[in-house]
């Protein structure tokens, strides 16, 4: 039960060598990712890895600032901006440019997120020339042709009418309104600000989430660092140096609701979403919290809650927990789905799991088995050049320096059994946590 | 345009990144010229008739490893759906070395993540672990081949696990159960039209019995094949396969597959489907395609990239860009027993689903009666070819697409063949063969339509 995981969690793999080494075979490579960090003559710099085992190159890159910074009265824009990113430049409308990049075998697309804007480039290497100078194009002179722009309102409107049955977008909304309702987090596009948004908002949009200070670049491919260096330039050089953001406060959670928030939508099943206090990125308990949210819920098949509520009862497809960490809120969530005369009953068992590790915290075992999982299974975030761009870019959000591939594991096998008992009597209590219920729950 | 339409079902949700990973194989294809030597796939055959291929990549020292059932769903006798996939979600179980709920407990301490799906026409297990893991995981994979224990006591809850997974992944989804019916009609007379996971009904019913009947039958080293994907060569390999699964004896008894030919449809067929959580109606039409190894496959899948498989497709250009839709897309999936073809559209606020019908269709017949420009050829052969490239970029995605065409029948040389085969389909292959499946033959039609709340 991915689904809940942030970027972190993408990331937090796991297992060392606690077990008797077994027969090795073969050599292997000695770093996950040779990371360097090159600067261009211009000032950009990126994390490269070179590899030419796949002759293609893929870049990701990403500024921090994103929806939350929209206006309120035009929510939504932040999406349409992003929608019309690859949809013509320079000379090419919309049909030349997709025709161009299909030509060229690149694909090209951006998202605006909550707090951050990102990109994404992936081609060829016999067309990467032509593909950095597509990008370069879509971020010197980007048309807001009429026909793609109309289309991106009309799709984001039907895609927000759907959101209204969709049970997890009806479930995260409620989340939101009954925790930080009125924060930027909690405010959602609707077809009247949609409707709203005019191509000059976008155009300064544009201006103000995608400057060279706040630019953070990985590639991953075949490509060598002096040959990245003027691409960098060429790609980026027509960016404003800067600009001002609206600044986000952090949201301040409403006090916890002792019943379950309940949203009716016709199926046979319910589906559950909760959240309490969790820890911030550079909170120095993260790695700590991180080991025990594995315990709780975060293992796919080795968590207490998967043990409890799928394995011995039955009750569930599946069942996982998350540290939530976004900038301005963060949190400890988790989710599920079982048929809905027994909603009240899955709940119980969260809640009753959730205190019993506050109150005794997680055993000698567990703890080893979780640092076995979160530190072994790294590497498997590393087998991929698609896989080490985004791993790179999650680790350049979190403010991390290039060499923390390397140090990665450390953190995690610092961890004691103190540390996670202490993090499980401060965040596991149940009474802290909000419930909600998207279904036809039996109460 | 890619569709999980495969219709796998796996024993967790896997995540986006892996769904799109997956689905990426599934348009991809193996072997361009310049990086054949890299990818060249390796392969062996054990003494019990055990099949292996290796396919290396030594970027990080990771493996994935895949063994694949030549047994799926459409094996499944009447008033058993969901046989195959119960017992797959029940080798994770226990054998007489591994205690019960152990085995992905121990894949998890060692690094290791762990899953399993069932299609139609196969059932696949896999590892992806760090290298000096992978003989420990093997010696439990080789373990559970034929050693599986079923304790009642286990067999029941995780019969009601997989409920819950048919109601969250098709009762929950109106897309899923029209899905079920098109299948139902498309393949009426053939195992196909009965769900992977099963009828509700049916699965209540299903018993430790049934799996271990099941698991007996179809479960033996001569109906698996092999594949590992990464840090491997078969020289490295071989002597661990041979060791560990060439131990494993031949059951001797397993059953050979047998299904009834996919018929023509007897007449078109209109499917809809009305949901209160449908907020935009939808419309697709499905026509039956080709098999897995079809000589018409290629130029199936190259026409129907052209007409809706991207952006610059000629359903993306004629609706979206019109403001008549907000999607549309057209795809071919080839299945061992026979594939399908079809197109869809979600018509734009305002447009009526029969307008978005009419003008498909309108797109659909000019480009069956003009055939594709010599650009669009290109265009689109080129783009099957890059993403072959692409998918080489990840193991996962390799030892899937080679599995599921070894566990289809195919030879390597033939898997093999596949970017020749591409590159060499015509003009007049794309014509002749989209009029072959989709000009006036019978065809199903599916609807999904709101409904307002009862």
Redesign the interface.
């Given at each position: 039960?991915?689904?809940l995981?942030g970027s972190v969690l993408?990331l937090a793999?796991?297992?060392?060598a606690?077990?008797a080494?077994?027969?090795?075979?073969?050599a292997?490579?000695s770093s996950?990712a040779d990371v360097q960090v090159v600067t261009s003559p211009g000032g950009i710099t990126a994390w490269l890895v070179s590899?030419s085992?796949?002759?293609?190159i893929s870049m990701e890159w990403t500024w921090q600032g994103g929806a939350s910074v929209e206006p309120p009265e035009m929510r939504g824009i932040g999406w349409v901006l992003a929608y019309m990113m690859n949809e013509g430049a320079g000379d090419m409308d919309?049909?030349a440019y997709?025709?161009r990049m299909?030509?060229l075998?690149m694909k090209f697309a951006c998202g605006v997120w909550a707090d951050w804007t990102n990109c994404g480039m992936?081609t060829?290497k016999e067309t990467a020339d032509e593909s950095f100078d597509m990008v370069r194009l879509a971020f010197s002179d980007l048309r807001f042709d009429d026909?793609?722009f109309?289309?991106a309102k009309?799709?984001m409107?039907?895609g927000l009418?759907?959101d209204?049955?969709?049970?997890k977008a009806v479930a995260s909304k409620a989340m939101n309104a009954a925790l930080i309702s009125g924060h930027p987090y909690a405010t959602v596009a609707t077809e009247a600000t949609v409707s709203a948004i005019q191509k000059a908002d976008a155009r300064k949009l544009m201006a103000q989430l995608m400057t060279k200070d706040r630019l953070k670049v990985v590639v991953v491919g075949d490509i060598a660092a002096e040959e990245l260096k003027p691409k960098l330039d060429e790609v980026f050089g027509s960016l404003p140096a800067t600009s001002v953001l609206p600044v986000v406060p952090d949201a301040q959670a409403r006090p916890p609701l002792a019943e379950p928030v309940v949203k009716e939508?016709?199926?046979?099943?319910t589906l559950i979403l909760f959240s309490g206090p969790g820890v911030r990125r550079e909170d120095p308990d993260f790695y700590a919290a991180y080991v025990l949210n594995y315990i709780l819920g975060g293992?796919?098949?080795?968590s207490r809650l998967t043990?409890e509520i799928?394995?011995?009862?039955?009750?569930?497809?599946?069942i996982g927990t998350g540290l939530s960490i976004q900038p301005h809120f963060w949190r400890w969530t988790g989710s599920s789905?079982?048929?809905n005369d027994k909603a009240d009953e899955v709940v119980t068992l969260i809640r009753e799991n959730i205190a019993r590790l506050g109150r005794e915290g997680p055993t000698t075992d567990e703890l080893a088995?979780a640092k076995?999982?979160i530190?072994?299974?790294?590497?498997?975030a590393?087998?991929?050049?698609?896989?080490i761009a985004?791993n790179l870019i999650g680790f350049l959000q979190d403010g991390m320096p290039a060499d923390y591939v390397e140090r990665r594991n450390s953190y995690f096998q610092a961890v004691t059994l103190d540390d996670v008992k202490r993090v499980a009597a401060t965040y596991m209590k149940p009474e802290n946590f909000t419930f909600v219920m998207v279904?036809k729950p039996v109460r | 345009m890619i569709l999980t339409k495969r219709l796998a079902t796996s024993r967790i949700v896997r995540s986006i990144a892996a769904l799109v990973a997956a689905t990426v194989a599934l348009i991809a294809l193996p072997a361009s010229a310049q990086t054949e030597a890299v990818w060249k796939p390796e392969t062996f055959r054990l003494s019990n008739g055990m099949t292996a291929v290796v396919l290396p990549d030594h970027r990080a020292p990771v493996v994935t490893h895949m063994l694949w059932y030549r047994v799926g769903s459409a094996d499944e006798v009447a008033g058993k759906s969901g046989l195959a996939h119960f017992l797959e979600h029940l080798m994770f179980k226990a054998t007489d070395k591994i205690p019960a709920g152990e085995f992905s407990k121990i894949v998890a301490r060692n690094g290791g993540q762990d899953n399993a799906a069932t299609s139609f026409d196969y059932t696949v297990y896999h590892f992806r672990i760090a290298k000096d893991r992978l003989p420990q995981m093997m010696r439990m994979e080789a373990d559970r081949m034929v050693h599986l224990k079923l304790d009642e006591a286990e067999v029941i809850p995780e019969l009601n696990v997989v409920r819950e997974e048919r109601r969250q992944n098709v009762e929950s989804s109106p897309a899923a159960e029209l899905d079920e019916k098109v299948y139902a009609e498309l393949y009426a007379g053939h195992p196909y039209a009965i769900p992977i996971i099963g009828h509700m009904d049916e699965l209540a019913k299903l018993s430790r019995d049934d799996a271990v009947d099941w698991y007996r039958t179809w479960y033996g080293p001569e109906n698996a094949i092999l594949v590992v994907a990464g840090d491997m060569t078969a020289a490295e390999l071989k002597p661990l396969a041979e060791q560990i699964y060439g131990a494993v004896p031949r059951r001797g008894d397993l059953k050979v597959r047998k299904w009834p030919r996919v018929r023509p449809l007897a007449k078109s067929v209109e499917i809809s489907h009305a949901d209160p959580k449908v907020s935009q109606a939808s419309w697709s039409r499905y026509w039956l395609g080709v098999a897995m190894g079809d000589p018409d496959a290629e130029a199936l899948q190259v026409g129907m990239e052209i007409l809706g498989g991207g952006r610059v497709s000629r359903l993306y250009r004629e609706l979206n860009e019109q403001g008549q839709a907000v999607m549309s897309m057209g795809y071919s999936m080839e299945m061992e027993g026979r594939g399908y073809a079809a197109i869809s559209a979600t018509p734009a606020p305002g447009v009526a689903i029969e307008g978005i019908e009419a003008a498909a269709m309108d797109v659909t017949t000019r480009f069956l009666r003009e055939g594709p420009t010599t650009e669009e050829l290109k265009r689109a052969k080129d783009m099957i070819a890059a993403s072959a490239i692409f998918a080489r970029d990840n193991q996962m995605s390799m030892a899937e697409w080679y599995g599921e065409r070894l566990t289809a029948g195919q030879t390597l040389e033939h898997i093999e063949g596949w970017d020749e085969r591409i590159r060499a389909v015509t003009a007049a292959d794309v014509v002749r063969v989209l009029n072959k499946y989709l000009a006036g033959v019978n065809h199903v039609d599916a609807l999904l339509v709101p409904e307002a709340p009862r």
């Open positions: 039960m991915r689904r995981a993408a793999l796991a297992g060392c606690t077990q080494p077994v027969a090795v075979i073969g292997s490579r996950l590899e085992f796949v002759p293609m919309t049909s997709g025709a299909e030509d075998n992936t060829l026909e793609p109309g289309r009309r799709e409107i039907v009418q759907d209204e049955t969709n049970p939508l016709p199926q046979p099943q293992g796919a098949f080795s043990d799928r394995e011995k009862r039955g009750l569930t497809y599946g789905s079982t048929m088995d076995a999982f530190t072994g299974a790294f590497p498997l590393f087998d991929s050049n698609t896989k985004q279904g | -």
